[in-house]
């Protein structure tokens, strides 16, 4: 697998105006909080415009995919096609009046500097075996070797975990870096949330373990979970803890990561009560915090996960099971 890592002016102005809409539940508003204090209020005439854009935003544009997956000169031409007239001025109309505001915030050079320690960092061979393993877990047989582009947006909150999305398809994933970071422990949690985001990727191509996930939720006649924060379909939470249990929380990290190894963390232990609690108010069908939730069974499934990994399987139906029995 190759990854190439993108800066592209036209997608960060995408994500600062998108993420101010606070148009899906995974918008940022810490983002938000830090780039108002940086660029001033909003005014009674931005306000209402991204209320207008929101609309064009959540239903018409895919994640901002446009601005990610064509080349940044062709980027507004494509979109003058897909859209109705009406909807492109709203679109355009929101870029053009955020234009200051945006270069007040952007922070080119930072993106670059994180852009070059990232490009050095994935040529080591500890993350490129990382890599492989992910590769060989999550992908089908026929969908293996392939390219990544990973593009990247900015992080503005200091001392923030690194957070990534892959809503583009199957070639592309954005990673948000901590601008104000530059500390090693870092930029292993930005390789490990690639290789979270990259596992989506080769599990939503995976259509024989996608089958047995749908399968085994129908037979165990699991509805929908009531998680914090989290209010998705029992198919995803299940697909997210398979990840999870790998990287960023789990064995991979712990295998291949020097300084991040988010198992180890002082927190986990000081709070194995609410781990525990957690548990139980999902078994009760309780509302219940989906990262206490996660800590819980990464722990579990530590030795399964370990066993997959230092036997060199990939991901089958006997996996699935064990996984999908915690959720009974
Ligand atoms: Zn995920």
């Known amino acids: 697998m190759r990854i190439n890592f993108k800066i592209s002016k036209a997608a960060n102005k995408y994500f600062f105006i998108s993420n101010l809409t606070e148009w899906h539940f995974s918008s940022r508003s810490s983002y938000n909080k830090v780039w108002l204090e940086k660029s001033g209020p909003l005014s009674f005439k931005e306000k209402e415009a991204l209320r207008t854009v929101k609309r064009v935003i959540k239903s018409k544009l895919h994640y901002g995919r446009q601005f990610f997956l064509y080349p940044?000169?062709?980027?507004?031409?494509?979109?003058?096609?897909?859209?109705?007239?009406?909807?492109?001025?709203?679109?355009?109309?929101?870029f053009n009046l955020f234009d200051r505001r945006f270069e007040k915030v952007w922070l080119r050079g930072k993106l670059v500097?994180?852009?070059s320690s990232l490009e050095k960092a994935i040529r080591s061979a500890i993350y490129q075996?990382?890599?492989?393993?992910?590769e060989r877990l999550f992908?089908?047989?026929k969908a293996r070797s392939r390219n990544l582009t990973?593009?990247?947006?900015?992080?503005?909150?200091k001392d923030?975990?690194?957070a990534g999305s892959a809503n583009l398809g199957s070639t592309a994933i954005t990673l948000e870096v901590p601008v104000y970071n530059s500390e090693q422990w870092f930029l292993e949690a930005a390789l490990a949330i690639i290789a979270h985001e990259f596992s989506h990727i080769l599990l939503d191509d995976n259509l024989k373990i996608k089958r047995l996930i749908e399968k085994s939720i129908k037979r165990r006649k699991l509805r929908d979970f009531k998680l914090?924060?989290?209010?998705?379909?029992?198919?995803?939470?299940v697909q997210e803890i398979l990840i999870d249990i790998f990287?960023?929380?789990?064995?991979?990290?712990?295998?291949?990561?020097?300084?991040y190894s988010p198992l180890s963390r002082t927190s986990y232990f000081a709070n194995l009560d609410r781990i525990f609690g957690e548990f139980l108010n999902f078994k009760q069908k309780k509302l219940a915090n989906f990262y206490w939730l996660e800590a819980y069974l990464t722990w579990q499934l530590y030795p399964l996960a370990a066993y997959y990994v230092e036997r060199g399987k990939s991901l089958d139906s006997r996996f699935v099971e064990e996984v999908l029995r915690y959720f009974e």
């Open 113 to 115: 500097k994180w852009k």
């Open 228 to 237: 914090i924060n989290r209010k998705r379909p029992s198919k995803e939470i």
């Open 139 to 141: 992908s089908s047989r």
């Open 72 to 94: 940044q000169r062709r980027v507004w031409t494509a979109l003058k096609r897909e859209l109705n007239p009406a909807d492109y001025l709203t679109l355009k109309n929101a």
């Open 129 to 134: 075996k990382c890599f492989k393993e992910v």
């Open 160 to 162: 923030k975990h690194p």
């Open 247 to 259: 990287v960023p929380t789990g064995y991979l990290s712990h295998k291949f990561l020097k300084e």
């Open 150 to 157: 990973v593009h990247l947006l900015p992080c503005p909150v």
